[in-house]
């Protein structure tokens, strides 16, 4: 802690010092308010904040370090993505809504090179063509666009070595002609993760100490293909598959000692994860004369997934679980953008959507027994948006209709329970943005949205998972889904960064919630709080130091409050957190870069969870070759070991407490080099997001 304090006060007063000594680095105004250099590293929009990955890349070379490198931006090993200390974003490649969630999400970004992508959009007031999900916000990452006839191979490596190490590597290649531009991509991940566990608890007047180990094994392979083809100089047609193969195998220890009788007990684990995702879909795109565009897409995902878990105690009692899930998703989606004169254009689209999901529970403890789910949903959404535009004034508005039919089927054969469950809603989700300009390099910024939190998939589902004798977790078929209005005043300034006040109040907050029964036994699950604010201040800005010395700050602080009911009292949660990063990079002679960076989140209110202070320190050296087409990376992530996860459970009449070491501490090194021989060209592309994808939790 006192290392970060250090490190903070130090870069702060470098920062100060030479701001006001060096006056030479160029500056420009575009339509939105930048803050650039010779290329625009950060620049601020009504929506949200776009970075360029040339600027990020540093802390090895795949996405998911990118993306924990985001000012304001936290991702966990399980894929729990937190934007500016609230919860519940979504992350979407090129507008196209991920494969996953959870720890098959995380899998997928570490094994995807970031230098195949050339931007990333944090979208906290996304607009109503997108879709109503995520309160948080939204992290677009946009792939890098073949300006180039003829060939183009990107090869990838990277290795580490730690209790977190491994390996990843992928090969790209796309040929383009005028009209034709096939591509391929096929990379792998192999990595191994340690987590230790220490809980303790007290509760009905008895104490529990616990001491948990659980070791990871994660291999991925994953291959992309498709092939756009450009029938003119504004149609343009693609196909694009991917298949996902996943292979997850843990072992755990626990072990469990109640002070008061001295009861001890251990229980061994083992949990074998087999999965498969595929995604394919045909997009269309056509831009008219006039500056219009016109596409559509249609998508289909498939998930299965077959998993085993065994579970050992000391006392005669085995549990094995087999726990089959099929997943399928269509999509359909049409977007029309139409000018009406020089300053006023208007938008419009219409979704439907169906999902299909069959799951299966199959263990032995005393006896077997099988459990099943069936869920099924068909959505439909429509949308109209319009902008106005003048040199002072950029208006939007929009209004977006989401309409949704869903079923739910379980059955219980052990408690000879069967459930049924179906609904009809339809909603409607407004937003509006104002940008004004006060004078040239500063501008207002007002924006409102509302959007929904729905459960996902896996929250709905009614089966047990059993970690040890004392820890259960269970979904929940009564969810609903979570609705936030949200606002955001910003001013921004050129020289100076981004200075914002928001506000965020949700109702029927969906969060995870916890209960302990008379057997001293802890059940988690998803549940539906009364209410949920969020609000506070942020500010950004991005300083080039020197022509060679630029820095990146971050600094917020959030206050966030949920109520609840138990035991017919009200309780409440509620804290003020102190959030900052700094990014410095520094450009060396010899195409030499050096970049660290340093970030703190103070205690956070998370539901019934008071998450303790926080700190990380990640350096990372990187050197071009042979002209920029190699690049070599030495990478220390976590330098101090401090991703320390410290819980604090608030129940009434009881308490526990828990800390999670995820041992992240690593060195590595990473090798990229492109091959590249063709002519430069101009090449626009769109892409369409499948929508439900992004609610898959397993």
């Not at 739910?408 to 179906?422: G, P, W």
Request: proline share 2%; aromatic share 12%; net charge positive.
């Amino acid at each position: 802690m006192r290392r970060i304090i250090l490190l903070v006060v130090l870069s702060l007063f470098i920062i100060e010092l030479n701001a006001q000594n060096d006056t030479i680095h160029s500056e420009r105004t575009l339509k939105e308010v930048v803050i650039s250099s010779k290329r625009p590293t950060v620049e601020f929009t009504p929506q949200g904040t776009t970075y360029r990955i040339d600027w990020l890349a540093g802390q090895s070379n795949n996405l998911y370090d990118i993306i924990a490198s985001l000012p304001g931006v936290t991702i966990d090993n399980e894929g729990n993505l937190i934007i500016n200390g609230k919860s519940g974003g979504e992350i979407l490649f090129d507008g196209k809504v991920t494969h996953l969630s959870g720890r098959e999400l995380a899998v997928m970004l570490r094994s995807m090179p970031a230098v195949e992508s050339d931007k990333i959009d944090v979208i906290t007031q996304p607009s109503a063509r997108y879709d109503a999900a995520g309160v948080s916000g939204i992290i677009d990452i946009h792939s890098k666009k073949n300006k180039m006839l003829g060939m183009h191979i990107n090869v990838n490596m990277s290795g580490s070595v730690g209790q977190a190490g491994g390996a990843n590597g992928s090969i790209s290649y796309n040929y383009k002609t005028k009209h034709w531009n096939p591509y391929f991509t096929y990379s792998y991940y192999t990595h191994k993760h340690v987590n230790d566990l220490t809980i303790d608890r007290a509760f009905f007047q008895e104490r529990m100490s616990q001491k948990s180990i659980r070791k990871y094994r994660i291999k991925n392979h994953d291959v992309r293909l498709g092939c756009d083809y450009m029938l003119n100089d504004r149609s343009t047609f693609n196909v694009d598959m991917k298949i996902g193969l996943d292979k997850i195998n843990e072992k755990s220890f626990m072990q469990s000692l109640t002070q008061k009788t001295l009861v001890r007990k251990g229980n061994t684990g083992r949990s074998d994860d087999h999965h498969l995702n595929l995604t394919t879909g045909i997009n269309f795109q056509n831009r008219f004369a006039d500056d219009g565009v016109w596409s559509a897409s249609a998508d289909y995902f498939h998930f299965s997934s077959d998993q085993q878990q065994n579970l050992y105690s000391e006392v005669p009692d085995t549990t094995v679980g087999k726990m089959p899930c099929n997943i399928n998703i269509f999509s359909f989606k049409a977007d029309m953008k139409l000018p009406l004169n020089s300053v006023w254009n208007i938008e419009s689209g219409l979704k439907m959507s169906n999902v299909w999901i069959r799951n299966e529970f199959m263990y032995t403890m005393a006896k077997n027994a099988n459990t099943k789910f069936n869920y099924d949903e068909d959505t439909y959404a429509a949308y109209l948006q319009t902008s106005y535009h003048t040199e002072k004034w950029k208006v939007t508005a929009g209004l977006r209709m989401e309409a949704t039919h869903y079923h739910i089927y379980s059955e219980d054969k052990i408690l000879q329970r069967d459930t049924t469950n179906s609904k009809n809603n339809i909603y409607l989700f407004p937003s509006l943005s104002i940008v004004y300009s006060i004078c040239e390099g500063q501008s207002f910024m007002l924006s409102y949205s509302k959007r929904v939190i729905r459960p996902n998939y896996a929250d709905l589902n009614p089966f047990v998972y059993i970690f040890d004798d004392y820890t259960l977790e269970s979904g929940n078929t009564d969810l609903r889904p979570a609705f936030s209005h949200n606002l955001e005043l910003s001013l921004v300034n050129q020289k100076f960064g981004q200075i914002t006040g928001f506000l965020s109040l949700m109702d029927d907050a969906l969060v995870k919630g916890f209960a302990i029964d008379e057997n001293e036994c802890v059940r988690t699950f998803r549940r539906n709080f009364a209410d949920y604010l969020s609000t506070g201040l942020r500010y950004q800005s991005m300083f080039n130091i020197t022509n060679r010395w630029n820095a990146s700050v971050f600094a917020a602080c959030v206050y966030n409050r949920y109520k609840w009911r138990e035991d017919g009292a009200e309780c409440t949660n509620s804290r003020l957190t102190p959030i900052f990063s700094i990014t410095q990079s520094y450009s060396f002679p010899f195409s030499l870069k050096a970049q660290l960076k340093a970030s703190y989140q103070g205690k956070m209110a998370y539901g019934q969870v008071a998450a303790h202070a926080s700190s990380l320190i990640n350096f990372s050296l990187q050197k071009t070759i042979c002209n920029g087409n190699g690049t070599i990376t030495l990478f220390a992530n976590d330098i101090f070991d401090s991703q320390r996860e410290k819980l604090t459970l608030i129940m009434k009449g009881k308490s526990a407490w828990c800390q999670t070491l995820n041992h992240n501490r690593l060195i590595g090194v990473g090798f990229s080099w492109k091959f590249v021989k063709g002519v430069d060209i101009k090449e626009k592309k769109h892409k369409n997001p499948i929508d439900e994808i992004n609610r898959v939790y397993l």
